[in-house]
């Protein structure tokens, strides 16, 4: 690659990393922004989702929107619509009392409406730009932005916390500005090759393969979304007992929380690179999968402490590490060319719903511990039932695709 393509590559790069930090960061201070605000834990919760709410409502509009005015409009337009909410949060400790609280969520709604623009993007631009060898490296460098964001942002969300936490957003602010200035720069857009859809079409292109192919595309798609709920869920209970419980705090903290998100971005290259297609494949990782989910949440059922809760995130997170990348994989592959696009905007969609609804509701779930691992138990029993009723057979593979 020149010059100019690898830092296309790592201004591309910093998307989905925003996407990955704008909840993950904020996880280790969850606790002390619940202090300083004297709200309450479900409160505190809200503050990822109601910036994982509008991220994953935007996800299949951006698609369309882009083919309308083009994908650098948008994304730019995107960036800087999270620097703008970035901006409100910071100020939101210019308050006291409800009205901080208020300022604070009405940024982070604002900045979730800009990540939701940026999340499906970065792999089509990687599309347009590269082709060969040189595509098939852009994005396995997407992967490594996706990890690192993953595996650095509790680290990053710990460090502000030890000055001042509203310095996370100041992060994601100067973040947002970098990719900006970047892509405006070195991104140059051709004009799209074919007249854009029209809305009632992307509609039923969603609903023909739904019906076509829900037997099994629902089911796929829901695991995945509870896998996710289930993750950041767990995450948000980490970050609370081991601070609460267990008085780790600070750098420390964020080090502990990095931890299942490392085996969990470890876990998804390991099952992405291993699963190539193949149904046996397949199957081996969905099982080995659902294990690692489903053993370790039978056992915080009976034995309880510092060491098994981190070991049981463990081997959570690297369940979900190997389940994630199956449903993938079924979702890119099993709808034909013409569908793709906007089937996997709805499976991202689902996901990320995922991700919203995790920390609020294991916030009320948490003062429960053996009622919050029992449901979580249940909703990923269901889920490996329903899979594997429904993928018994052969998978389907899409004709074209």
Same mark, same amino acid.
């Given at each position: 690659?020149?010059?100019?393509?690898?830092?296309?590559?790592?201004?591309?790069?910093?998307?989905?990393?925003?996407? /990955?930090?704008?909840?993950?960061? %904020?996880?280790?201070?969850?606790?002390?922004?619940?202090?300083?605000?004297?709200?309450?834990?479900?409160?505190?919760?809200?503050?990822?989702?109601?910036?994982?709410?509008?991220?994953?409502?935007?996800?299949?509009?951006?698609?369309?929107?882009?083919?309308?005015?083009?994908?650098?409009?948008?994304?730019?337009?995107?960036?800087? @619509?999270?620097?703008?909410?970035?901006?409100?949060?910071?100020? $939101?400790?210019?308050?006291?009392?409800?009205?901080?609280?208020?300022?604070?969520?009405?940024?982070? =709604?604002?900045?979730?409406?800009?990540?939701?623009?940026?999340?499906?993007?970065?792999?089509? %631009?990687?599309?347009?730009?590269?082709?060969?060898?040189?595509?098939?490296?852009?994005?396995?460098?997407?992967?490594?932005?996706?990890?690192?964001?993953?595996?650095?942002?509790? +680290? +990053?969300?710990?460090?502000?916390?030890?000055?001042?936490? @509203? *310095?996370?957003?100041?992060?994601?602010?100067?973040?947002?500005?970098?990719?900006? !200035?970047?892509?405006?720069?070195?991104?140059?857009?051709?004009?799209?090759?074919?007249?854009?859809?029209?809305?009632?079409?992307?509609?039923?292109?969603?609903?023909?393969?739904?019906?076509?192919?829900?037997?099994?595309?629902?089911?796929?798609?829901?695991?995945?979304?509870?896998?996710?709920?289930?993750?950041?869920?767990?995450?948000?209970?980490?970050?609370?007992?081991?601070?609460?419980?267990?008085?780790?705090?600070?750098?420390?903290?964020? /080090?502990?929380?990095?931890?299942?998100? @490392?085996?969990?971005?470890?876990?998804?290259?390991?099952?992405?690179?291993?699963?190539?297609?193949? $149904?046996?494949?397949?199957?081996?990782?969905?099982?080995?999968?659902?294990?690692?989910?489903?053993?370790?949440?039978?056992?915080?059922?009976?034995?309880?402490?510092?060491?098994?809760? +981190?070991?049981?995130? /463990?081997?959570?997170?690297?369940? !979900?590490?190997?389940?994630?990348?199956?449903?993938?994989?079924?979702?890119?592959?099993?709808?034909?060319? *013409?569908?793709?696009?906007?089937?996997?905007? =709805?499976?991202?969609?689902?996901? %990320?719903?995922?991700?919203? %609804?995790?920390?609020?509701?294991?916030?009320?779930?948490?003062?429960?511990?053996?009622?919050?691992?029992?449901?979580?138990?249940?909703?990923?029993?269901?889920?490996?039932?329903?899979?594997?009723? @429904?993928?018994?057979?052969?998978?389907?593979?899409?004709?074209?695709?």
């Amino acid at each position: 690659m020149t010059t100019r393509e690898r830092i296309i590559v790592f201004m591309l790069g910093l998307l989905p990393f925003l996407m /990955v930090i704008g909840n993950s960061m %904020f996880i280790p201070l969850l606790p002390t922004m619940e202090v300083d605000l004297a709200i309450t834990s479900f409160q505190s919760g809200m503050i990822l989702t109601v910036f994982s709410v509008p991220a994953a409502l935007a996800i299949p509009f951006a698609g369309i929107i882009s083919d309308r005015i083009g994908r650098k409009k948008v994304v730019v337009w995107s960036l800087v @619509t999270i620097a703008a909410g970035s901006v409100v949060c910071s100020i $939101a400790v210019l308050f006291y009392g409800p009205a901080a609280y208020r300022w604070l969520l009405g940024g982070r =709604f604002i900045q979730g409406i800009g990540a939701g623009g940026t999340a499906s993007l970065a792999m089509a %631009f990687i599309g347009d730009q590269f082709t060969g060898r040189k595509r098939s490296t852009a994005l396995g460098a997407m992967e490594v932005f996706n990890g690192l964001g993953k595996a650095l942002s509790p +680290l +990053l969300g710990a460090a502000a916390a030890l000055v001042i936490w @509203t *310095s996370t957003f100041w992060i994601y602010f100067l973040t947002a500005i970098l990719a900006m !200035i970047g892509i405006g720069k070195y991104i140059h857009e051709a004009p799209p090759a074919r007249a854009p859809m029209k809305w009632k079409e992307y509609l039923d292109t969603v609903i023909g393969a739904v019906k076509r192919e829900g037997r099994w595309l629902i089911p796929v798609m829901a695991a995945g979304g509870a896998a996710l709920f289930i993750l950041f869920g767990l995450l948000v209970y980490l970050s609370y007992e081991i601070e609460r419980i267990y008085g780790y705090g600070g750098a420390l903290k964020g /080090v502990i929380i990095a931890i299942p998100l @490392t085996v969990f971005t470890i876990a998804s290259y390991i099952s992405g690179k291993k699963t190539g297609g193949e $149904a046996g494949e397949i199957r081996t990782y969905f099982t080995m999968g659902f294990a690692l989910i489903l053993v370790p949440l039978t056992l915080a059922l009976l034995w309880h402490s510092f060491l098994a809760v +981190l070991l049981y995130m /463990v081997a959570v997170s690297a369940g !979900i590490g190997f389940l994630l990348p199956c449903c993938n994989l079924l979702v890119t592959t099993a709808v034909s060319s *013409s569908e793709r696009g906007m089937v996997v905007s =709805f499976y991202h969609m689902i996901r %990320f719903l995922g991700v919203a %609804f995790g920390p609020v509701v294991f916030s009320v779930w948490m003062f429960d511990e053996w009622g919050m691992f029992a449901r979580s138990l249940v909703i990923i029993a269901v889920a490996a039932v329903w899979l594997r009723l @429904t993928l018994s057979g052969t998978e389907p593979v899409a004709e074209d695709a």
